[in-house]
């Protein structure tokens, strides 16, 4: 298993944001979170990546112990955390963004060959190489979030609210691109605001309520469910 989080319980002060977790995503598999504002999904995110302490429970990335590991040694370990509201390097160029992704390497001539590949995946990216990320678009700025992450050779990219914000031709192009970094055998854990494209896009999917897990199961299978289409799919 590439991740398992067993019984996880965070807290902001006295209060309960995440009660009793627990979740699993495979390798190269898909898994979405699927739930209302403040349900406790993007604190799930900024544990697994050491943003925020654990008050309990257990975090294992590839069968190690990381809930008490700083951000830099996760990152390091192959996990990449790609924020909402995409936090760009606003002052410095497109390109200066992408090589912050792979601050962690040392391998340049992967680096390089990953920085091609990026721009084959990414071509807007390319074309404005030189210009201040901070006068992209918030589409074009979501690109480079995400691949300013794969820079890092994650073997689990954390997405947490890809689609936020952006017109509905930039959605697609967002659900585009998850589809074809799921392609790459790279494990995913998506928080969606776009409940039918996270249901879409993933293998498997838990339903989240108020820090608890409401309900769980095959994507394709919740995304026909009764309560899951009125409470979240709108009907």
């Known amino acids: 298993m590439l991740l398992e989080v067993k019984d996880l319980w965070v807290h902001y002060d006295r209060i309960e944001a995440v009660k009793g977790v627990s979740?699993?995503?495979?390798?190269?598999?898909?898994?979405?979170?699927?739930?209302?504002?403040?349900?406790?999904?993007t604190t799930i995110l900024r544990t697994i990546s050491g943003?925020?302490?654990?008050?309990?429970?257990?975090?294992?990335?590839?069968?190690?112990?990381?809930?008490?590991?700083?951000?830099?040694?996760?990152?390091?370990?192959?996990?990449?955390?790609?924020?909402?509201?995409?936090?760009?390097?606003?002052?410095?160029?497109?390109?200066?963004?992408?090589?912050?992704?792979?601050?962690?390497?040392?391998?340049?001539?992967?680096?390089?060959?990953?920085?091609?590949h990026i721009y084959t995946t990414f071509p807007?990216?390319?074309?404005?190489?030189?210009?201040?990320?901070?006068?992209?678009?918030?589409?074009?700025?979501?690109?480079?979030?995400?691949?300013?992450?794969?820079?890092?050779?994650?073997?689990?990219?954390?997405?947490?609210?890809?689609?936020?914000?952006?017109a509905p031709i930039m959605v697609q192009q967002v659900a585009h691109i998850i589809a074809e970094i799921r392609q790459m055998g790279i494990g995913?854990?998506?928080?969606?605001?776009?409940?039918v494209m996270a249901l879409r896009l993933a293998d498997y999917a838990y339903v989240l309520e108020t820090g608890n897990v409401f309900m769980e199961g095959i994507a394709s299978e919740l995304l026909c469910n009764p309560k899951v289409k009125e409470a979240y799919l709108g009907g």
């Not at 979740?23 to 999904?41: C, D, P, R, Y």
């Not at 995409?86 to 391998?107: C, K, S, W, Y």
């Open 23 to 41: 979740l699993q995503v495979k390798e190269g598999s898909t898994v979405a979170f699927v739930g209302a504002n403040g349900a406790g999904k």
């Open 51 to 116: 943003l925020k302490s654990p008050t309990s429970g257990e975090i294992r990335f590839n069968g190690r112990p990381i809930e008490r590991k700083d951000a830099a040694d996760i990152v390091k370990l192959g996990i990449a955390h790609c924020p909402e509201g995409r936090r760009v390097f606003p002052f410095m160029t497109v390109l200066e963004n992408l090589q912050m992704g792979a601050f962690i390497r040392t391998d340049e001539a992967g680096i390089r060959n990953d920085l091609d």
């Open 124 to 166: 807007k990216l390319k074309e404005r190489s030189k210009q201040k990320a901070g006068t992209l678009s918030g589409g074009e700025q979501q690109m480079l979030a995400i691949a300013r992450a794969l820079l890092s050779k994650p073997k689990l990219l954390l997405l947490d609210e890809p689609s936020l914000g952006l």
């Open 188 to 195: 995913i854990l998506l928080v969606e605001q776009n409940s």
